[in-house]
């Protein structure tokens, strides 16, 4: 890796603090909603994940474990689908994020949308959506803006 990628490339907090601070509120409103922190923050590290954001993911798995996750669970997110520890409600939202990240490679067919409803009511499927879409902005500013890993975590 080259230096740069260590650096960031503008401050965008500071440059668009209005945005910036309109997807902070999103994203906590996101984890106090019906999808409640845990599962939120389960799917802003499997996207971060999918997207190749170091930061977030540095910053979701530091959140999870402050919540009382198993490191061990956590090492697992990227394989859920082979993994124990999921409930069938964290897989149907794993399963979405990654369905609804892949767009357009992917398809959000009604099959796949009846499993989704088999386990979230409307709501908490829109909050789902939301927090997918949030999530995948972060990323791609992260990413775009190089946004380095801190030291210590962030939060």
């Known amino acids: 890796m080259s230096a ?28 106090k909603g019906p999808l409640g922190t845990r599962l939120a923050e389960l799917v802003f590290l499997r996207v971060s994940q999918i997207n190749g954001c170091a930061y977030c993911m540095d910053m979701h798995w530091h959140v999870l474990v402050k919540e009382g996750m198993e490191p061990r669970h956590l090492n697992a997110v990227a394989g859920w689908r082979e993994a124990p520890f999921f409930s069938e409600r964290e897989r149907a939202a ?12 992917s398809d959000a067919s009604d099959e796949e949308f009846a499993r989704l409803k088999a386990q979230f009511n409307d709501t908490e499927i829109t909050e ?17 803006m190089r946004a380095p890993i801190p030291e210590k975590p962030a939060v």
């Open 4 to 31: 740069s990628q260590h650096t960031a490339r503008l401050p965008y907090h500071q440059l668009s603090s209005k945005a910036f601070m309109g997807l902070v509120n999103l994203s906590e409103t996101l984890k």
């Open 94 to 105: 794993l399963r979405w994020a990654e369905i609804l990240t892949a767009t357009p490679h």
């Open 128 to 144: 789902l959506g939301f927090a997918i879409g949030v999530i995948n902005a972060w990323n791609l500013i992260n990413a775009g």
